[in-house]
């Protein structure tokens, strides 16, 4: 449980970096929220974490055949349907555009690679 919230506390990290590295992609913080703005980021990051493990498995087994013909890139466009879903269940997190999308899923699958890499059990 504590290597979870670890991990969605990085992904908060994350998601903040892609908000200031793609122009698309803005969170709208809550000061008045129970843990003020940084809470924001955290329920984004949380909401993320479970369109990606509920709705992730089932985009990727639907897409397999198009991942095997490109080679992996049809993952970037699984990766930004995944944020949209994210956008579009929040009211907080806003994506502009299909570019947007694509680069901050490709931006958030780096940083959760890295999560999952710092996390890591050995």
């Given at each position: 449980?504590?290597?979870?919230?670890?991990?969605?506390?990085?992904?908060?990290?994350?998601?903040?970096?892609?908000?200031?590295?793609?122009?698309?992609?803005?969170?709208?913080?809550n000061?008045?929220?129970?843990l003020?703005?940084?809470?924001?980021?955290?329920?984004?990051?949380?909401?993320?974490?479970?369109?990606?493990a509920?709705?992730?498995?089932?985009?990727?087994?639907?897409?397999?055949?198009?991942?095997?013909?490109?080679?992996?890139?049809?993952?970037?466009?699984?990766?930004?349907?995944?944020?949209?879903?994210?956008?579009?269940?929040?009211?907080r997190?806003?994506?502009?555009?299909?570019?947007?999308?694509?680069?901050?899923?490709?931006?958030?699958?780096?940083?959760?690679?890295?999560?999952?890499?710092?996390?890591?059990?050995?």
């Amino acid at each position: 449980m504590l290597r979870f919230a670890v991990k969605v506390a990085l992904m908060a990290v994350v998601f903040w970096g892609v908000t200031r590295v793609v122009a698309g992609i803005t969170v709208v913080p809550n000061p008045q929220g129970p843990l003020g703005e940084p809470g924001t980021w955290l329920w984004i990051a949380l909401l993320f974490a479970v369109v990606n493990a509920v709705v992730g498995p089932v985009l990727r087994l639907l897409s397999l055949p198009f991942v095997l013909v490109t080679l992996g890139l049809f993952l970037l466009v699984v990766n930004a349907a995944l944020l949209g879903t994210t956008a579009a269940i929040s009211d907080r997190l806003h994506v502009d555009g299909v570019g947007a999308a694509v680069l901050g899923g490709l931006l958030l699958a780096i940083g959760g690679w890295v999560a999952d890499q710092l996390t890591e059990r050995r």
